[in-house]
């Protein structure tokens, strides 16, 4: 059974920074891209960032390059989105998610490549 835990959200400040964290088990995160995304109160579930498998490649939604930053660490099966320059628009529920299909080059970045979802942490900026 795969599992998706996140944490690490809060209530911060513009211009401050979190780290989320996404704990995965029955599914290792360098065998399946793992990406993350977002949803604002009344709108659709945003993509913001993605690994590929192989860890090689990663893409980015352009409202957050150059703030936000994937990772992983493989001896914990944890991937994380270092989040910096916040600004009140990244205000949303954050979620990460393991893809369909194990190939170390597939880097999805839409909701429907996704199986197995988090339940997610609420980010909160406020200006």
């Known amino acids: 059974q795969v599992q998706l835990v996140e944490s690490g959200g809060g209530l911060v400040q513009a211009g401050a920074s979190l780290r989320l964290s996404c704990a995965a088990s029955?599914?290792?995160?360098?065998?399946?891209?793992m990406g993350w995304f977002r949803q604002a109160p009344g709108k659709e579930r945003e993509f913001v960032s993605a690994m590929s498998a192989s860890g090689g490649s990663t893409a980015s939604a352009d409202s957050v390059k150059g703030r936000f930053t994937i990772s992983r660490d493989n001896a914990k099966n944890t991937v994380y989105l270092q989040m910096n320059s916040l600004k009140p628009e990244d205000t949303a529920v954050y979620a990460c998610?393991?893809?369909?299909?194990?190939?170390?080059?597939?880097?999805?970045?839409?909701?429907?490549?996704?199986?197995?979802w988090g339940q997610g942490t609420q980010v909160t900026v406020s200006s």
């Open positions: 029955g599914r290792t995160v360098s065998s399946y891209a």
């Open positions: 998610a393991t893809a369909k299909y194990s190939n170390r080059w597939y880097l999805p970045t839409v909701p429907a490549s996704y199986d197995y």
